[in-house]
């Protein structure tokens, strides 16, 4: 019956696998595999060996579509293994089928299993090794299950590390069922220790690689320190998962952030199983709960703890993620619950089966948050990209993931566009221009370096930029989705030019709005194209029509961490085009969006408060120039423009406040309006 799970599984992978490249890493993956390169720490050489032979012997459709698949069929392996696993252990037939509907009908199971990513292979493996201890009994610390166990163990280094959490568990499992003697465990580990560097042979595959200098070459690991750094996440911290690092608020606070997601994914009547099969495994089978516990406890709430992510929008969304090997114990645990139900007299049986209808019809409804048949929202994001740059141009990229990845899959996997030079302003991605001392240099050396190159470049050949900040680089106007570096004479124009109106024309940007109120990968990439299009329109002098892509793109992307931001500070450009141009009403509109988006900024407070000045709104425009001071009360700006309202209202002890304020932040006017008003008060 197990090869009747993996044919469902397989069968679900293919309807639902993505057509091409997805947001995320699942276009380096693709990239990686295509061309046999290391990808992000710690560089996933078994990932890249395994899809690189799957894909090869899979010659139909771009290699994004086939790794898509690969990550489908591994996930319909672990869901095989796992009800094999489960029989093993004594489950009868109905019950784990039951439990494996629960796990595998997840959204999040299968969204994450319908793109190219690590995930799905690490879930195959940590089934495998679930399958090798279930129900072993005295064998469970013999040769073959230890070396099974130790080649597993070595090669999951390859795929994901987080597998090496449930060591303990694993190790417990074995020896509670075999009970070896001392001489036995010894040998145990032994054949465990052997096997397991069997395994992690896997790792040569990252220095073998690099030394033939790859398209991607992540940390270029060809000696054993730089080999270490990419193997430990070094770049990362070794035990955080992003280089935000930790900040979650504690043990507690990450065990309930588990609870909560687990409870929410396997839904009240998956839960209750698992709950229910807790207190089976605890009354009548303790030695066989270690398990599925330990699993479940290991690679889930300590992870947490181990590492105590921060609540944010983004780390919440990459976590989600990560549950999925601990549920791999839930689902057990709601398969000894269905097995206890299953087992009682009378009603028992029709309980089970009837349940049944409970994860597929969650799913069903569920289906436009997971479904990626139709998703093209990446692939047409990285496309639009590659359209948007002449022939022979050079592209630095200033951030993000999905610029990185999606231009990955299109110039490695595809093969597009070999006409481009490619850099990443972080030297990491693609191969580097500013040298290879560039990553040991000082914050400011990185950036003189990179002004230095990229001026160079603009001699030779056209020079764009992907980039929010429109000053991070000099002379840079917007065309399209990205920013192009003209020269003094072209700097003067007043609008965008030509090229860049008719990019919007033949840009496609399909994307499904279900999957962008649901992901958080989507909303953090389709708000780009609404900020870049408010761009091109205040260039051309429209702010209105600014404004309204700015406030879309604010509404889909509010929790979305540069989003806010971006739209601040476009809204503020907004702002000042339309004063230039003495449009108030429109300039004061842009001013109270960029309030909106971030209202702690307190430029975007005293630019309002001073076109409601130029408009005669007295009231309104000092309320403004008290925000602005509130927010930004270390702006010499902010308060002399208060110091300057209070004044004209008679208000002059305040406005001496605010004056001598201003002077010792640097304004050196403030001090002579601090005395005119400081004499006021005492006439």
């Not at 699993?295 to 549950?323: K, V």
């Not at 033949?506 to 709005?513: E, F, K, L, Q, S």
């Not at 002399?640 to 304020?661: I, K, M, P, S, V």
Request: charged share 20%.
């Amino acid at each position: 019956m197990s090869w009747l799970v993996f044919a469902l599984g397989a069968a679900v992978a293919v309807a639902a696998a993505a057509p091409g490249v997805t947001f995320g890493d699942a276009g380096e993956f693709a990239a990686a595999a295509a061309t046999l390169s290391p990808a992000h720490p710690p560089g996933y050489p078994l990932y890249v060996l395994a899809g690189k032979a799957f894909g090869t012997l899979l010659p139909w459709g771009g290699w994004a579509w086939r790794l898509n698949l690969f990550s489908g069929l591994c996930g319909a392996g672990a869901l095989a293994l796992l009800f094999s696993a489960l029989r093993r252990a004594g489950a009868a037939a109905a019950p784990a089928a039951l439990a494996v509907l629960f796990l595998g009908s997840r959204p999040l199971w299968l969204h994450t299993n319908a793109q190219a990513e690590v995930f799905g292979l690490h879930l195959l493996l940590t089934a495998a090794c679930l399958r090798v201890l279930a129900g072993a009994g005295a064998a469970a610390c013999g040769d073959r299950a230890m070396a099974a166990l130790g080649l597993l163990l070595g090669l999951a280094t390859g795929a994901h590390h987080t597998l090496a959490l449930a060591v303990p568990a694993l190790a417990a499992a074995a020896w509670l069922q075999a009970r070896p003697s001392a001489r036995a465990a010894a040998r145990a580990a032994g054949v465990l220790a052997g096997f397991a560097l069997i395994g992690l042979s896997v790792q040569l595959a990252l220095p073998l690689r690099s030394a033939a200098f790859p398209p991607l070459d992540w940390g270029h690991p060809v000696d054993l320190p730089r080999f270490l750094r990419v193997f430990l996440r070094r770049d990362y911290g070794s035990l955080s998962l992003t280089v935000e690092g930790a900040g979650g608020g504690g043990p507690w606070a990450q065990v309930g952030r588990w609870l909560a997601a687990s409870g929410a994914g396997f839904g009240p009547a998956g839960a209750a199983l698992a709950l229910l099969g807790l207190g089976a495994l605890l009354a009548r089978q303790r030695r066989a709960a270690v398990l599925p516990i330990g699993m479940m406890l290991f690679t889930g709430p300590l992870f947490l703890c181990l590492g105590n992510p921060p609540f944010d929008a983004q780390t919440s969304y990459a976590l989600e993620r990560f549950w999925l090997v601990s549920w791999l114990g839930v689902a057990w645990l709601a398969a000894a619950g269905a097995d206890f139900l299953w087992r009682l007299p009378g009603a028992g049986r029709p309980a089970v089966c009837a349940l049944a209808v409970v994860p597929l019809l969650s799913c069903w409804q569920a289906a436009p948050a997971w479904g990626q048949r139709s998703d093209f929202a990446a692939h047409d994001y990285g496309r639009n990209l590659l359209r948007s740059l002449p022939n022979g141009a050079a592209l630095f990229i200033d951030g993000g993931d999905d610029n990185f990845y999606t231009l990955t899959a299109a110039l490695y996997a595809d093969r597009l566009r070999p006409d481009l030079a490619v850099a990443d302003r972080g030297g990491l991605v693609f191969k580097s221009p500013y040298g290879p001392d560039f990553r040991t240099l000082s914050r400011d050396d990185k950036e003189r370096r990179r002004r230095a190159v990229e001026v160079e470049a603009a001699r030779a050949r056209p020079v764009y930029l992907i980039a929010l900040d429109r000053r991070v680089a000099p002379r840079l106007e917007t065309e399209g989705l990205l920013r192009r570096m003209v020269s003094e004479a072209e700097r003067d124009r007043a609008a965008e030019g030509t090229r860049g109106r008719a990019l919007w024309s033949v840009y496609a940007a399909r994307h499904d709005p279900a999957l962008e109120r649901v992901h958080y990968r989507y909303r953090a990439v389709t708000p780009f194209y609404r900020v870049m299009r408010a761009a091109a329109a205040t260039a051309r002098g429209d702010a209105p029509a600014a404004v309204t892509d700015l406030r879309a793109a604010l509404a889909v992307g509010r929790d979305v961490r540069w989003v806010p931001p971006a739209v601040q500070a476009e809204a503020q450009w907004a702002g000042w085009a339309a004063t230039e141009a003495a449009a108030w009403p429109a300039a004061e509109t842009a001013y109270r969006l960029a309030t909106e988006a971030d209202p702690a900024r307190g430029e975007a407070w005293t630019n309002l408060g001073v076109t409601l000045e130029r408009q005669g709104r007295r009231a309104e425009a000092r309320a403004a120039h008290e925000r602005a001071a509130a927010a930004a009360p270390e702006s010499a700006q902010a308060r002399f423009n208060l110091g300057t309202l209070l004044y004209q209202d008679g208000e002059f002890g305040r406005a001496a406040r605010e004056f001598e304020a201003a002077a010792r932040l640097g304004d050196v006017s403030a001090a002579a309006w601090a005395a005119r008003a400081a004499g006021a008060v005492r006439k």
